[in-house]
C-alpha cells in the first residue's frame, strides 16, 4: 500500500514513520522545504521520531520526504495532517486544509481513501472536504476522519499504543480507515459518523482547557490564604473515583488545547447554541500571564518596569521545542511593555524574534521559570542570591518552590 501525507510536522510526520515501519510505502508530502531537506538528512525535531529509525526508512524507500506534490499520483491512501490554526482575531484558519485539498484534486489519480486527521469542526470530512475536492476533480474518492492524537513528549503513549478513533462517510471508507490504522495502531474504535469523530477530537481538549481554568482559579482560592495549590490537588487525587487532576500554570500552550475549544464555540455560535462555560475557561487562561504578572508585583513589593528579568524555557511544554500558543511568548510581551528588560533561555528553541536564546544570567533581578526542559543547567541560578519565581506546571519544584 502507497500513503501519501500531507504535511510532516508533529502529526504528520509521527504518523509517516509510524505508517513506514510497518511496512507501508510513504509519501511524506510538506511545502516547507528546509523541513523536508531536514528529514533528507536524516534530522528530525519532532520528539519521538528517532533518527536511527529515519535513517533505515529512507535508505529502505519506505519513507520519501518531499515538497512534490505530483507524488501523490499513485497513493493509495491520503492523510490530511496540517495545523488547523486560529487567524489574527482568533478565529478557525482552514487556509491549510483548504490548500491540501488542492493538492489532492490537482495530483491524486487513484481513488484513494482521503483521511482527514487535523483538528476541525464536526462536518468538515462531509461539508467541507468532500465537496472541495469533488468540485475540482472527476476522480470518486472515498473520504474518512482520524482526528490525531500525538502527545509530544509523552513517552507512556505513542501513535502504536493510543487507540484511534475513526468513521467514514461510508461503510466502505470506514473499513479502509480500519484497514489502514490497523497497520500501526493497536486498537481502533470506528464511530457511526465522522461528525461524532470530530466533536469527540474537541471535546478532548475542551475537557483538558475548562478543567485548568478551574484549577487556575483554585489557585487563586489557595493564594488567598497561603496554602500550596499543588498540594491541595496531591490531596484531592487521593479519592481513587470522580477526580482526575490538572496543575496550576501561566495559561495553556501547543496546537490542541487553546485552539480546539475556539473551534467548538465557533461551530456552536452558527448553531444558535450558546457556550458559556467553554468561552470563560478560554478567558480565564488567556489572561493568565497578566494575573502572574500582578501577584510578581506584589510579591516583589514593586513594579517590574526597569527591572532585568529573564525567562527560563519558552516553549509550550517541557521536552518540546514548539512554541506555538506558549504563554511563555505573551507574558514576555507584557512584561517588556512595562518596561522590564526582557532575556529568555531556552536550549530547544535558541533563536525566536531575531532575538537568541541567552545562558542564565545570575545577575539579572528576577529569573521566572515557565519550561524546565531537562536539558536546562540552573546551576547558575542554585548558586546566587538570585529571586526565582517557578511558575512551572507539575509538582516538581526544583530546589525553588512554586508560585502558584
Known amino acids: ?15 509517516a514513520v509510524g505508517a513506514a515501519s510497518s511496512g507501508l510505502e510513504v509519501v511524506g508530502l510538506d511545502s516547507n522545504i528546509n523541513v523536508v531537506t531536514d528529514l533528507l538528512n536524516r534530522k528530525s525535531t519532532v520528539p519521538g521520531v528517532n533518527s536511527e529509525i529515519l535513517k533505515s526508512l529512507l535508505e ?14 499513485d497513493c493509495e491512501v491520503i492523510v490530511i495532517a496540517v495545523p488547523t490554526p486560529l487567524d489574527q482575531f482568533r478565529k478557525p484558519d ?26 476541525s469542526y464536526p462536518g468538515t470530512l462531509r461539508e467541507f472536504i468532500k465537496p472541495l475536492i469533488e468540485n475540482n476533480s472527476t476522480i470518486k474518492f472515498e473520504y474518512a476522519v482520524a482526528p490525531e492524537r500525538v502527545d509530544p513528549g509523552n513517552s507512556e ?11 467514514g462517510l461510508t461503510e466502505r471508507s470506514t473499513q479502509g480507515a480500519l484497514n489502514f490504522y490497523s497497520f500501526f495502531c493497536r486498537k481502533i474504535y470506528a464511530v457511526s459518523s465522522s461528525e461524532v469523530a470530530e466533536l469527540a477530537k474537541l471535546l478532548e481538549n475542551t475537557f483538558r482547557q475548562v478543567n485548568i481554568a478551574l484549577i487556575n482559579e483554585v489557585a487563586e482560592i489557595a493564594n488567598s490564604i497561603g496554602i500550596s495549590t499543588n498540594e491541595v490537588v496531591e490531596a484531592a487525587d487521593t479519592k481513587p473515583f470522580g477526580f482526575m487532576k490538572f496543575y496550576p500554570g501561566l495559561g495553556v500552550g501547543g496546537h490542541c488545547i487553546p485552539v480546539d475549544p ?28 497578566e494575573q502572574i504578572i500582578n501577584h510578581i508585583e506584589t510579591f516583589l513589593g514593586l513594579s517590574v518596569s526597569g527591572l532585568r528579568i529573564q525567562i527560563a524555557g519558552i516553549a509550550y511544554k517541557v521536552g518540546v521545542s514548539d512554541i506555538r500558543e506558549s504563554p511563555a511568548l505573551k507574558l514576555m510581551t507584557m512584561l517588556s511593555a512595562k518596561g522590564a528588560e526582557v532575556s529568555w533561555h531556552d536550549p530547544l528553541i535558541k533563536f525566536y524574534e531575531n532575538k537568541n536564546s541567552q545562558n542564565l544570567d545570575k545577575t539579572i533581578d528576577l529569573g521566572i521559570i515557565v519550561t524546565p526542559h531537562q536539558e536546562i543547567d540552573f546551576s547558575p541560578w542554585e548558586n546566587s542570591n538570585l529571586k526565582i519565581v517557578n511558575l512551572s506546571v507539575g509538582k516538581n519544584n526544583l530546589i525553588w518552590p512554586k508560585f502558584l
Open 262 to 289: 475556539v473551534f467548538l464555540t465557533s461551530f456552536a455560535e452558527k448553531l444558535g447554541v450558546e457556550t458559556e462555560l467553554i468561552k470563560t475557561a478560554n478567558k480565564i487562561n488567556l489572561t493568565r500571564p
Open 60 to 73: 529502505k524507500n519506505n519513507y520519501f520526504p518531499t515538497s512534490n506534490p505530483e507524488l501523490l499520483k
Open 157 to 167: 503513549w505513542s501513535l502504536v499504543n493510543t487507540p484511534r478513533v475513526v468513521a
Open 94 to 119: 482552514m487556509t491549510f486544509i483548504s490548500e491540501a485539498c488542492k493538492c489532492i484534486y490537482n495530483y491524486a489519480k487513484l481513488p484513494a481513501l482521503i483521511i482527514n486527521e487535523s483538528t
Open 1 to 15: 500500500m502507497k500513503v501519501g501525507i500531507i504535511g510532516q510536522g508533529y502529526v504528520g510526520q509521527t504518523l
